[in-house]
C-alpha cells in the first residue's frame, strides 16, 4: 500500500530534494539534480525500485516529528517499549558534491535501528554493483556512484543489492550516517563523507535560520508564511535561480487516474505571483535571481515562448512513459518528461510581460536588450492573439479560445504600454492600445455568460473556471464590477468541500476540457485565489474561513500538495507543490492588515 502523500516532509539541498516519510523511509531522490534520473523511487513502486530506511528495527510510524524552527531540518521520534530515539534528516546546502546525512540519537533506554538502502538507478530500474571499500560503500551503474558512511561498519548485502547496517543505541549516543553522489568514474570517497555530522548539521541550521530571519512578514499566519518561504527556497535550483513547481512526478490528481505529471521543471504561468511573493517577503536577491533565469530561458524568437523549461532553461523535455513503474497507488502511466514544454498557450506572454513590469515597479534595473524582448513578445502577440489555445491548465484536448489566455493577452498589452510609459519608449503605444481596448472589449462580449451571469471557461461555453478569478488581481475588471461579483458568486458551482476546482470534469475524454479521463481532487492554489477574491469583493470573513480551511490541510510538517480530496481527506498530485505554496503567502498578505502591498 502507498503511504499518503501526506505522510511525506521534504529535504533540500537546494539543487536537488528527497521525500522522507513518517516510517523513517526516503522513498524519493533524484541526484545529482531535481530532474535527474531517480536513484530512489519506491514513492512510485514498491521497495524493488529504491529506498533508504533508517528506523527502529520494530518498524511503525514516528511517534511524532517536526521540522526545526525556521530550517529544513527533520527530527522524528519513535517512542518504542525499550527506548526513545531520535533521527535527524538534513540535506547541506550544496558546495559541490550533494549529501544526505541522518543522525541516529538515543534519548531514553536503548533502541536496535537498522538503516537498509536499496539503490536503483535510473528512475527505480537499474540494480547497482555495491561493494565495500574501506568503512564506506559504494553503488555503481553508469554515470553515477553513490557512497554511504556511518560511525559502524556498514555492509553490502549478500546479493550485492543493497546496503545494511544495524546497531543498539543507548540514551545520549549519537551515530551518523552520511549518503553522498559522486560521478563514478571518481575513484575515491567524495569529500562530504570526510566532515563530522555535527558540523555540517551546526551549518545547515544556521543557514536556514539566517535565510529565514529575512522574512519581512509579521501577520498572524507568520508560521504558515514562513514555511512555505522555506519550501520556495527549497525547490530552488541555486545556480540559476529556476523554480521547481514540485520535486516529484505523477503523483496523481485522482487514485488510480491519468492525470499524472511530471512536476520538476520551471513553468512560467507562475512567473509573476513569484516574483510578488518573493519582493513582498524581503527576498530581493531570490526574486533577481528568478527574474534573470526568466530572461535567459526565454531568449529567442518570441515564437518559440515555452510554458515551461528545466531548470537550466532547458526547451527539450521530452515526455515519456515508465511502464516498469507501477505508479502511486497504482496510478499509470508514470511520466517523466513533460510535454506542456511545446504547446501553444497565449497565457505565458501576459505571465512574461506582468514579471517584467513588477520587477521595473520594484526598482529592478532593466537592461536595454529587455525592452528589445518586450517589442517582440509583443510584435508575435499583436498577429497571433485571436488565435485558440491550449490554455493555463494545459490542455490536451483540443484548442479553444479560453478567457482566461484573453485576458493575459490583454495583461501583456496593458504592462507593455506602462513599461514604456515609464521608461520614455512609446515607439508602438498605439498599436498596443488598440490591441489592449479590442481584447477588453471581446472578453466583456464573449466571455461572459448573461444565464449564468459569470465569466466562463471559453466562448461559447458555459463552463465555469476559477481563473476568472483572478480578473480583479489583473486589473482587467474591477473587484467592485458587478460582473467580478457575480462570477465570484457563481463560483459555487466549482465548490466542494469547502474547497475549489479549477474547472468541471466528467463525461467522455472529448467532452473534457482537458482532454483526460476522470476527474481530480480540488486544487489548493484555486481555493486560495477564491480566498483573495472573497476578500477583493467585501467579504472578509469568509475570506478569512476559506484561507482557514486552506491552512487546515497542510501535513503536519506544513507542506501542500498541489490538490486535496474532501471526501477521502488527503492529498493528491505532485508534492510539495511551488504553486500552492506562492498562493499561500501571496493570500496571508492580502488577508492581513498592514502588510506590505502588491506592486501590480
Known amino acids: 500500500m502507498s503511504a499518503p502523500i501526506e505522510n511525506y516532509a521534504l529535504l533540500s539541498d537546494l539543487e536537488t530534494a528527497a521525500m522522507v516519510g513518517r516510517d523513517g523511509s526516503v522513498d524519493w531522490l533524484c541526484l545529482p539534480r531535481f530532474d535527474s534520473p531517480a536513484c530512489l523511487a519506491s514513492l512510485l513502486g514498491t521497495e524493488e525500485h529504491g529506498f533508504w530506511r533508517v528506523a527502529p528495527v520494530s518498524g511503525g510510524s514516528c511517534t511524532r516529528r517536526a521540522y526545526r524552527s525556521d530550517t529544513l531540518v527533520l527530527d522524528s521520534v519513535w517512542e518504542t517499549p525499550t527506548g526513545t530515539v531520535r533521527v535527524t534528516d538534513f540535506m547541506p546546502p550544496r558546495a559541490q558534491l550533494p549529501c544526505f546525512v541522518r543522525v541516529v540519537e538515543g534519548v531514553s533506554g536503548a533502541v536496535t535501528v537498522r538503516s537498509e ?10 540494480v547497482p554493483w555495491v561493494r565495500d571499500i574501506g568503512h564506506c560503500t559504494v553503488a555503481v551503474a553508469g554515470p553515477d556512484a553513490v557512497w554511504l558512511g556511518a560511525d559502524g561498519p556498514v555492509r553490502a ?19 551518523a550516517l552520511t549518503l553522498a553522489w559522486a560521478p563514478s568514474h571518481r575513484a575515491e570517497p567524495p569529500a562530504p563523507l570526510a566532515v563530522p555530522a555535527e558540523t555540517v548539521l551546526k551549518e545547515t541550521v544556521d543557514f536556514w535560520r539566517h535565510w529565514s530571519g529575512q522574512c519581512r512578514y509579521q501577520g498572524p499566519w507568520r508560521d504558515a508564511v514562513v514555511r512555505s518561504l522555506i519550501t520556495l527556497k527549497a525547490l530552488t535550483y541555486a545556480p540559476t535561480g529556476g523554480i521547481i513547481a514540485a520535486p516529484t512526478t505523477s503523483l ?5 487516474g491519468e492525470r499524472n505529471w511530471d512536476h520538476r521543471f520551471c513553468w512560467l504561468r507562475d512567473s509573476t505571483a513569484t516574483l510578488s511573493c518573493l519582493l513582498r517577503s524581503g527576498y530581493r536577491a531570490e526574486a533577481m535571481a528568478w527574474l534573470d533565469w526568466l530572461v ?36 499509470r502511466p508514470v511520466r517523466f518528461g ?13 505571465e512574461v510581460l506582468d514579471t517584467l513590469w ?11 536588450h529587455v525592452w528589445d524582448l518586450v517589442q517582440e513578445l509583443m510584435g508575435f502577440l499583436h498577429r497571433h492573439w485571436r488565435e485558440p489555445d491550449q490554455g493555463l491548465w494545459q490542455a490536451r484536448g483540443q484548442r479553444r479560445q479560453f478567457v482566461h489566455s484573453k485576458v493575459m493577452a490583454w495583461v501583456a498589452a496593458d504592462r507593455a504600454l506602462r513599461m514604456g510609459e515609464l521608461l520614455g519608449r512609446n515607439g508602438s503605444s498605439g498599436e498596443w492600445r488598440a490591441m489592449r481596448d479590442e481584447v477588453h472589449r471581446q472578453v466583456c462580449r464573449e466571455g461572459w455568460d448573461p444565464a449564468r451571469q459569470s465569466f466562463v471557461q471559453s466562448y461559447g461555453s458555459s463552463s465555469l473556471d476559477a481563473s476568472a478569478l483572478l480578473m480583479p488581481r489583473l486589473g482587467f475588471l474591477p ?31 472529448a467532452q473534457a476540457a482537458d482532454g483526460m479521463h476522470g476527474g481530480e481532487g480540488t486544487f489548493v492554489a484555486c481555493s486560495l485565489w477564491y480566498a483573495d477574491a472573497l476578500a477583493e469583493t467585501g467579504r472578509p470573513r469568509e475570506a478569512w474561513a476559506a484561507f482557514e480551511r486552506v491552512l487546515a490541510i497542510r501535513n503536519d510538517v506544513g507542506l501542500l500538495s498541489e490538490q486535496w480530496d474532501p471526501d477521502a481527506g488527503r492529498q493528491l498530485g505532485n508534492a510539495p507543490q511551488a504553486f500552492s505554496h506562492i498562493a499561500l503567502v501571496e493570500t496571508a498578505f492580502a488577508l492581513s492588515p498592514g502588510s506590505a502591498p502588491e506592486l501590480r
Open 296 to 331: 535567459r530561458a526565454i531568449a529567442g524568437d518570441p515564437a518559440d515562448l515555452q510554458t515551461v523549461y528545466g531548470v537550466k532553461g532547458q526547451r527539450l523535455l521530452p515526455e515519456t512513459e515508465a511502464p516498469w513503474l507501477p505508479g502511486y497507488a497504482g496510478s
Open 117 to 126: 538502502l536499496r539503490l536503483r538507478f535510473h528512475q527505480g530500474r537499474v
Open 338 to 350: 513533460n510535454s506542456a514544454a511545446g504547446q501553444f498557450q497565449l497565457d505565458v506572454y501576459g
Open 479 to 509: 473587484a467592485r464590477d458587478e460582473r467580478v461579483r457575480a462570477t465570484v458568486r457563481a463560483m459555487c458551482g466549482l465548490g466542494h468541500g469547502g474547497f475549489v476546482r479549477r474547472y468541471a470534469q466528467g463525461g467522455t475524454r
Open 358 to 368: 513588477l520587477s521595473l515597479r520594484a526598482g529592478i534595473p532593466m537592461p536595454a
Open 157 to 175: 548485502g549478500s546479493d550485492g543489492t543493497a546496503t545494511a547496517w544495524e546497531v543498539t543505541v543507548p540514551a545520549g549516543r549519537r551515530l
Open 252 to 256: 496523481p490528481g485522482s487514485i488510480g
